[in-house]
Nanobody, 124 residues
Protein backbone atom coordinates (compact mmCIF):
# COMPACT_ATOMS: atom_id res chain seq x y z
CA UNK A 1 0.00 0.00 0.00
CA UNK A 2 1.16 3.55 -0.69
CA UNK A 3 0.04 6.95 0.55
CA UNK A 4 0.40 9.99 -1.71
CA UNK A 5 0.67 13.67 -0.84
CA UNK A 6 0.71 16.36 -3.56
CA UNK A 7 2.18 19.84 -3.24
CA UNK A 8 3.24 22.74 -5.42
CA UNK A 9 -0.10 24.03 -6.64
CA UNK A 10 -1.01 27.70 -6.65
CA UNK A 11 -2.06 30.73 -8.66
CA UNK A 12 -0.05 31.63 -11.74
CA UNK A 13 -0.55 33.88 -14.75
CA UNK A 14 -1.02 32.45 -18.22
CA UNK A 15 2.33 31.57 -19.73
CA UNK A 16 3.86 30.86 -16.34
CA UNK A 17 5.17 27.65 -14.81
CA UNK A 18 4.58 25.45 -11.80
CA UNK A 19 6.13 22.21 -10.60
CA UNK A 20 3.93 19.78 -8.75
CA UNK A 21 5.39 17.15 -6.46
CA UNK A 22 3.87 13.95 -5.15
CA UNK A 23 5.57 12.33 -2.17
CA UNK A 24 4.85 8.66 -1.58
CA UNK A 25 5.16 6.61 1.55
CA UNK A 26 6.36 3.03 1.58
CA UNK A 27 9.44 1.19 0.41
CA UNK A 28 7.86 -0.15 -2.80
CA UNK A 29 7.39 3.18 -4.57
CA UNK A 30 9.79 2.19 -7.33
CA UNK A 31 7.50 -0.68 -8.34
CA UNK A 32 4.51 1.58 -9.05
CA UNK A 33 3.45 3.19 -12.28
CA UNK A 34 2.55 6.80 -11.43
CA UNK A 35 0.05 9.13 -12.99
CA UNK A 36 -1.15 12.71 -12.78
CA UNK A 37 -4.84 13.49 -13.32
CA UNK A 38 -6.82 16.71 -13.10
CA UNK A 39 -10.40 17.68 -12.49
CA UNK A 40 -11.89 21.04 -13.39
CA UNK A 41 -15.18 22.23 -11.86
CA UNK A 42 -18.12 20.46 -13.42
CA UNK A 43 -15.91 18.12 -15.44
CA UNK A 44 -14.77 14.55 -15.09
CA UNK A 45 -11.33 13.70 -13.81
CA UNK A 46 -8.96 13.29 -16.75
CA UNK A 47 -5.56 11.74 -17.31
CA UNK A 48 -2.72 14.22 -17.77
CA UNK A 49 0.53 12.24 -17.69
CA UNK A 50 1.95 8.90 -16.59
CA UNK A 51 5.37 7.40 -16.00
CA UNK A 52 6.55 3.81 -15.72
CA UNK A 53 8.22 2.45 -12.60
CA UNK A 54 11.70 2.99 -14.05
CA UNK A 55 10.97 6.35 -15.63
CA UNK A 56 11.85 4.99 -19.06
CA UNK A 57 8.33 5.36 -20.45
CA UNK A 58 6.01 8.33 -20.27
CA UNK A 59 2.61 9.15 -21.68
CA UNK A 60 0.72 12.46 -22.02
CA UNK A 61 -2.70 13.69 -22.99
CA UNK A 62 -2.47 15.59 -26.27
CA UNK A 63 -3.43 18.93 -24.73
CA UNK A 64 -0.27 19.07 -22.57
CA UNK A 65 2.31 17.53 -24.90
CA UNK A 66 5.31 19.83 -25.28
CA UNK A 67 4.30 21.86 -22.21
CA UNK A 68 4.24 19.38 -19.30
CA UNK A 69 6.92 16.91 -18.25
CA UNK A 70 6.49 14.06 -15.80
CA UNK A 71 9.50 12.65 -13.99
CA UNK A 72 10.29 10.62 -10.88
CA UNK A 73 13.06 10.18 -8.34
CA UNK A 74 12.73 6.72 -6.84
CA UNK A 75 15.42 7.47 -4.25
CA UNK A 76 13.19 10.26 -2.92
CA UNK A 77 9.89 8.42 -3.42
CA UNK A 78 8.66 11.41 -5.41
CA UNK A 79 7.06 12.03 -8.78
CA UNK A 80 6.98 15.48 -10.39
CA UNK A 81 4.93 17.31 -12.97
CA UNK A 82 6.69 20.30 -14.49
CA UNK A 83 4.08 22.53 -16.13
CA UNK A 84 5.22 25.26 -18.51
CA UNK A 85 3.32 27.68 -20.76
CA UNK A 86 0.28 27.30 -18.57
CA UNK A 87 -3.12 28.24 -19.96
CA UNK A 88 -6.37 29.16 -18.18
CA UNK A 89 -7.83 25.83 -19.34
CA UNK A 90 -5.20 24.04 -17.23
CA UNK A 91 -7.00 25.29 -14.12
CA UNK A 92 -8.05 22.27 -12.07
CA UNK A 93 -7.35 20.21 -9.00
CA UNK A 94 -4.39 17.98 -9.84
CA UNK A 95 -4.18 14.48 -8.39
CA UNK A 96 -1.34 12.03 -8.13
CA UNK A 97 -2.13 8.32 -8.51
CA UNK A 98 -0.30 5.01 -8.24
CA UNK A 99 -0.84 1.61 -9.83
CA UNK A 100 1.00 -1.73 -9.66
CA UNK A 101 0.45 -2.64 -13.31
CA UNK A 102 3.29 -2.22 -15.80
CA UNK A 103 1.32 -0.47 -18.52
CA UNK A 104 0.65 3.26 -18.13
CA UNK A 105 -3.13 3.41 -17.99
CA UNK A 106 -5.14 6.55 -18.72
CA UNK A 107 -8.37 5.67 -16.95
CA UNK A 108 -9.26 6.69 -13.41
CA UNK A 109 -10.27 3.11 -12.66
CA UNK A 110 -6.79 1.93 -13.59
CA UNK A 111 -5.21 3.42 -10.46
CA UNK A 112 -5.51 2.02 -6.97
CA UNK A 113 -4.12 4.83 -4.83
CA UNK A 114 -4.81 8.57 -4.91
CA UNK A 115 -3.60 11.71 -3.23
CA UNK A 116 -5.85 14.45 -1.90
CA UNK A 117 -5.15 16.84 -4.77
CA UNK A 118 -3.60 20.27 -5.15
CA UNK A 119 -5.28 23.28 -6.74
CA UNK A 120 -3.76 24.90 -9.83
CA UNK A 121 -5.30 28.17 -11.00
CA UNK A 122 -4.12 29.92 -14.16
CA UNK A 123 -5.31 33.48 -14.63
CA UNK A 124 -5.65 35.10 -18.04
Amino acid sequence: QVQLVESGGGLVQAGGSLRLSCAASGRTFSSYTMGWFRQAPGKEREFVAGISWSGASTRYVDSVKGRFTISRDNAKNTVYLQMNSLKPEDTAVYYCAADRRIVILTSVSGYDYWGQGTQVTVSS
